[in-house]
DNA sequence: ACAGACTAGTTTGTGTTGCAGACCTACATG
DNA sequence: CATGTAGGTCTGCAACACAAACTAGTCTGT
């Protein structure tokens, strides 16, 4: 039935879900790595959300954060793992099966 | 630019993107109307739960509530909304710009 | 050299909310 | 009367999103 499809809905991974942490994941699949302040113009979240948005994809195990130094000014790279890109790509077919009638 | 288009993903609409609202309008989108027995077997919320995600739809404008009885028994008849219908076709596609395969 | 501004990011505080479970109302039936 | 059904409300709690305050260190002007 489709009604079972649909019901998956309620156990997406919320870590994902969140609109702005979905925005930072997406920006990242489509890229190696990014820095903070490229994650923080593209995303336009505040220094203290985005911190805390990275904080909570790595604690989730999605996100590699390398702080090192662009010469003297402290510099945090952030990349998705191999479990992050395994989460949204279950998480895009997912909501794709929720929004994504005209895809198929 | 495509940081653009995903940008947009942190203004979708809260009231649906919530998972267990979300599976609710779904259902609805693609029936007239359902009742309350309908959606609790189909979603698997507590009543209580799916008494207050109803009422939050409700309050969005995005549902209506018909409660009347079907013989002696009370009966509460959900369906959408026009406004919920639209607001429905417009996270969908704000939505797959986000997890649709062919976003670009 | 020292104050003040700037950069990069973290921590804290607060209000909202999602959820489960207990309880309530009203009617019906055994 | 006791139990069941339909449809809720209310309460308590933990999670969380967001903004604002704060920290650590660097740069600039005088």
Redesign the interface.
Known sequence: M??DD??A????D?VI?E??R??IV??LS?VRSADFLFLQS????TKGNLSSHLSRLEQAGYLQIDKGFRGKVPQTVCSLTSEGRAAFRL??AQ??R??????R
């Open positions: 489709a009604g649909l019901r809905i309620t156990e997406v919320r879900h609109p702005a979905l925005l997406a920006l489509e593209e995303t336009r979240l998480y895009r909501m794709r929720a929004v994504g009638r005209s895809a």
